[in-house]
């Protein structure tokens, strides 16, 4: 087992995030090269990284050589801009899907941020803008082809097509869409987006394409065109439901024990006296609750682990607090001060995800911050 | 409708978080006047204040004369006495609900932070350290009537009544207790709960008693002992199932709007294609997902507000972006870059956790980092 470095603030924190930089960045390395020699990889860091913390993952897929970054909104890329600028090698592009809200324009363009433009309405400001500015103004064209979210329409996008004017202002380096079942390789969806977004590219002749994101990159080549979009696989989910996850595990989330108590038969555990003991037994109560993203839905259905013993988690899940059933564990195993593992090599986000009745993405984006965090990388490891 | 100053970073954000730093204060003096004049109400904001940003809670509800926070770990009560020491009118105690854990015992004793003391470990370690530094270091005992988390059993509290050393030693100010099932005022373990803890007092007499957080301080006045400890109905929760709501309420939350699409019938929206349109409509798509702690549970089951109209979610959250459908809407009130109110007059916080399968005590944990703060106090308002 890891061992951690328990000294100053990581002994007043409830539980240890551990983030495997060296990992998400050999997931982008499996993936880039997986596209190619035909496609690249981006690196999507986006919501801070599914919660992993843009600063530490960008920087460390900048050093490992990935040059084009999306996130999810102006201030997104804004951060992100100021740490890249920053480098004495900065070549990387980032890419804001929201595209600019009204009035966030100016700030994409002297950031020298590329804005996906996702409807007539955007276009028409960032048209504005480069007018105004008297230059080209490069973005990303989204077409709709299944996710009903953001994006053109297939007609918008052919009337974009013939408006030359507008094309040299908004000078488009890329266009792309997004698959809407794409972890689910059997469904019909897949290949009908496939389908509209080979049309929409045939509108905009000699244009990169990008359409997969960790998904749909399992697809299979034709998904791939020019730029594939992963976040998830970066951080180690499995791309694709009932297959087998090929990417490196990158979280560890290691919770502390306040207190090891016995309890009796008949006795409850927990907020509405959910979980009634069986029988005597004991428990060990750990200092991580759903104010750090331990979800409520897993009260009565999650687990942990002490070493090689699995744990179960019983009654509700408090703001601060998890009690988990420790009955029956060898002596020793379960004291105060020792870690009950949440997520880990037994057991990874996804697990928990579905123990809680969601998916993996949605544990890491709720990683909380009170957590110590960890970051292993090359230096460390 | 509250109009927002939508100037500088507020355009750059997917969505506005409002606190009304006057209502909590108002929350606060209104519990403080219900417990009194035998009780006094605490100040609960561990959990960042609830999500709330206990920096700027903790400094109002200090103003407004609370003289006693809880928060739930060491690292939180570091914080808060960082900022409160600041102040020139600090007399407030800082009581640390996990008690130290092993190895931090000297930061509290530094800071001047007072730990609950859990266990028999916990008090044993506490003692040590005031025999080390030759004063007695004030704590709280916590005895355990029902939760089965944290706490002495019984016979322990007993023994340590007998330890008069010890207790000198760890000084107690405070001998308290947690409620299990106090939002349901029928539920038998509430009395059950309330004689345990009468007998614990017993064991120390003249010590202050705490036993009611915000549901309990609403059984009734036997429940309130000393010192009530509401949390969630500062922050505008609702203290009882199925009871009108006394509280003011105190966030709002604005999803800024990026696009509003027509969809034909027999068009899908979001992951999965979980919802098809039965007929021609409208969608707005809002800037604010899982990410920022809208639960992808709230998928297909959530609703916002446009002015007075109640708009549906479609689909499933995504991490960034979440679907409303505003079919029939009057011409011109949703158009990007307007919000839909996922928070607000019409709908609370408690109604967004029921229709996400939670409590609004979730909800409220969850607020994402990404939402614009804006604070509202007696100068702002």
Known sequence: MTQFPEAGDALRAGAILTVDLDAIVA???YLDKR???GARA?????GDAYGLGAARVAAALADAGCRRFFVATPDEGLALGALLSGRSDRVADIIVLSGPFDGSEADFAGAGLIPVLNSLEQISRWRSLAGRLDRPLPSVIHVDTGMSRLGLRYAEAESLSEDADTLAACAPVLVMSHLACADDPDHPMNRRQLAAFQAARRLFPGLPGSLAAS???FLGPDWHADWCRPGAALYGLRPQQGKANPMR???RLDARIVQVRDIDAGETVGYGATHRASRRGRLATVAVGYADGLFRSLGNRGWGHLGEHRV????RVSMDLTVFDVTGLPD??????DMITLVGPDSGADDLGEAGGTIGYEILTALGRRYHRVYLDGASS
């Open 215 to 217: 998904s749909g990159i």
């Open 42 to 46: 981006a690196g999507v860091v986006k």
């Open 249 to 251: 595990p990158v979280i």
């Open 27 to 29: 997931n982008w390395r």
């Open 332 to 337: 020793g195993l379960a004291r105060p001060g």
């Open 35 to 37: 596209v190619g020699p």
């Open 312 to 315: 179960p988690l019983v009654g």
